[in-house]
């Protein structure tokens, strides 16, 4: 049995492909991660846990109006993601693939995660929002261990910000020294004069 991150309340979409793509596409960026992460965890889920999670933190803060309850990105902020990540791909270039695959329609201006994420791992969405989604029994262990995940990521964001501090801090005191050593030398200079 493969491992689950998250049992849902409502373990299955209703209606059409579509319908059940757009269903998963209005969940909240985390529960999204989730359901990809449950689809996909034999595949490559697993092995991508971090990076995926990395993402639902970025979409989060992306998401001004929404924060962690929002689903999707407006297409600037969904640009603003990309590049974050290097991506070479446009959001247009996104959703011509998607389009191609029978994913949407014509008229999707925002990016909700899952659509990302079905494009970046070149994941069958019909597939993904067909995957059962564990069972209660796995719930206790995917908890902690998407936990300890989650911790290792803020510790991680925590460093880095701790690092950035110093750097700004050395930069101002190399900054402190060259003034009171170029004040010194025009003292010097003036007494010398």
Known sequence: VPFRLHSHP??????????????????????????????????????????????????????????????????LNAHRFLESFGETMTVREMRETLRSKGAIGDKVKAVPLIHYLSIRYDADWQLLVNAPQGKQEDVVEAMKKLEEVQAAVRESEARSQASKEAAREAKAREAAAKAAEAEAKAREAAALA
């Open 10 to 75: 409502k373990m299955s979409l209703q209606g059409t492909n579509i319908q059940k793509l757009e269903e998963l596409a209005k969940k909240p960026h985390k529960e999204q991660a989730i359901w990809f992460l449950n689809a996909f965890w034999t595949d490559f889920g697993e092995r991508e846990a971090e990076k995926i999670w990395q993402y639902v933190h970025k979409f989060t803060s992306l998401d001004l109006q929404n924060g962690a309850s929002g689903y999707e990105l407006d297409e």
